[in-house]
């Protein structure tokens, strides 16, 4: 059960290890959107594999029925593996495997519980993420840990780079535990709620630029939120993409918030806390470019304002 890219990614490294150890009877994806000019049905990138592998799938609109609950019955499942499905499984679904129901979460819970740890990994700073595989229960990623595996995040990593990275991993470390189950092996460690933090949905309203934060956290933001929904601003009346920033310094504070403290041979701008130095932005009906040249071909100068 899952929907995005990573998902697609681990349920590609299951089919290819399926065989006399286990097999993938069935996929449940979200639903086919419009997408385009044309508004056509675009597939789910799960879906895309399951088509492509001839696996029986089913895209349902809501979960909660007694319809849904009899199609998944029909697979006969021995377990459920979610990742990224994007929905709360009500308790009857949880139930139907056999054996358990398991979720591959990017995090090392009980961090970054919810639906966007690997965005909120990035923006708390963290030196390190993973992967955890966990039984899942009614709680929202509260289920005991049964195996995990940890990777350091690296400076210049962005939510997609990272999202590659444990789309990966994450399939090594579900391959591991399902072996660890066949052989007996696989044990329960009931998470620590005193450590527990939480991640919500990613909207596009989360990634506009408050030049009053830190150098630090809107250096994470243009990271975090790369490539969707990207740290934005505004500049002459329009919205500007900010995809790759630098802190100079972490304390200063020569200006108000947005000022463009320098435009050559940096680009550097007055955060509430430090100074950040802009490397690559987009500006409307432009491509992503280096920021000095949108410094000049916009003729910036010491002074202007970033945010109105």
Same mark, same amino acid.
């Given at each position: 059960?899952?929907?995005?890219?990573?998902?697609?990614?681990?349920?590609?490294?299951?089919?290819?290890?399926?065989?006399?150890?286990?097999?993938?009877?069935?996929?449940?994806?979200?639903?086919?959107?419009?997408?385009?000019?044309?508004?056509? *049905?675009?597939?789910?990138?799960?879906?895309?594999?399951?088509? +492509? =592998?001839?696996?029986?799938?089913?895209?349902?609109?809501?979960?909660? =029925?007694?319809?849904?609950?009899?199609? &998944?019955?029909?697979?006969?499942?021995?377990?459920?593996?979610?990742?990224?499905?994007?929905?709360?499984?009500?308790?009857?679904?949880?139930?139907?495997?056999?054996?358990?129901? &398991?979720?591959?979460?990017?995090?090392?819970?009980?961090?970054?519980? $919810?639906?966007?740890?690997?965005?909120?990994?990035?923006?708390? $700073?963290?030196?390190?993420?993973?992967?955890?595989?966990?039984?899942? =229960?009614? $709680?929202?990623?509260?289920?005991?840990? &049964?195996?995990?595996?940890?990777?350091? @995040?690296?400076?210049?990593?962005?939510?997609? =780079?990272?999202?590659?990275?444990?789309?990966?991993?994450?399939?090594?470390?579900?391959?591991?535990?399902?072996?660890?189950?066949?052989? $007996?092996? &696989?044990?329960?460690? *009931?998470?620590?709620?005193?450590?527990?933090?939480?991640?919500?949905?990613?909207?596009?309203?989360?990634?506009? @630029?408050?030049?009053?934060?830190?150098?630090?956290?809107?250096? +994470?933001?243009?990271?975090?939120?790369?490539?969707?929904?990207?740290?934005?601003?505004?500049?002459?009346?329009?919205?500007?993409?900010?995809?790759?920033?630098?802190?100079?310094?972490?304390?200063?504070?020569?200006?108000?918030?947005?000022?463009?403290?320098?435009?050559?041979?940096?680009?550097?701008?007055?955060?509430?806390?430090?100074?950040?130095?802009?490397?690559?932005?987009?500006?409307?009906? +432009?491509?992503?470019?280096?920021?000095?040249?949108?410094?000049?071909?916009?003729?910036?100068?010491?002074?202007?304002?970033?945010?109105?």
């Amino acid at each position: 059960m899952g929907t995005p890219e990573l998902a697609a990614r681990i349920l590609e490294r299951l089919i290819a290890a399926s065989g006399e150890n286990f097999i993938v009877v069935g996929v449940v994806t979200g639903r086919d959107k419009p997408a385009g000019r044309g508004l056509h *049905p675009k597939l789910s990138p799960v879906a895309l594999v399951a088509e +492509r =592998t001839s696996i029986p799938t089913l895209k349902p609109t809501r979960i909660k =029925t007694a319809e849904f609950l009899e199609q &998944l019955k029909a697979f006969e499942p021995d377990l459920l593996v979610v990742a990224a499905y994007g929905r709360i499984l009500p308790p009857a679904v949880l139930a139907l495997p056999k054996i358990m129901p &398991l979720n591959v979460h990017a995090s090392l819970l009980p961090r970054h519980r $919810g639906a966007a740890p690997i965005e909120g990994a990035i923006l708390a $700073g963290d030196f390190d993420t993973g992967v955890t595989i966990m039984r899942m =229960t009614e $709680g929202m990623d509260a289920g005991p840990s &049964l195996h995990w595996r940890a990777i350091e @995040i690296e400076p210049d990593d962005t939510q997609g =780079t990272l999202k590659a990275k444990l789309a990966d991993l994450g399939a090594d470390t579900l391959l591991e535990a399902l072996e660890k189950l066949r052989a $007996g092996e &696989l044990s329960e460690t *009931p998470q620590d709620e005193s450590l527990a933090t939480y991640t919500k949905p990613v909207e596009k309203s989360d990634a506009v @630029i408050d030049w009053r934060k830190s150098a630090v956290e809107i250096e +994470r933001m243009t990271r975090a939120y790369d490539p969707w929904p990207v740290a934005r601003t505004r500049f002459g009346g329009n919205e500007l993409l900010v995809y790759r920033a630098r802190v100079i310094d972490t304390n200063a504070k020569e200006a108000d918030p947005g000022i463009f403290l320098a435009v050559t041979p940096t680009v550097a701008v007055q955060c509430g806390e430090g100074i950040l130095e802009l490397l690559e932005v987009q500006a409307p009906g +432009r491509k992503r470019m280096d920021a000095a040249d949108f410094a000049r071909g916009r003729r910036l100068a010491p002074g202007m304002k970033l945010g109105e």
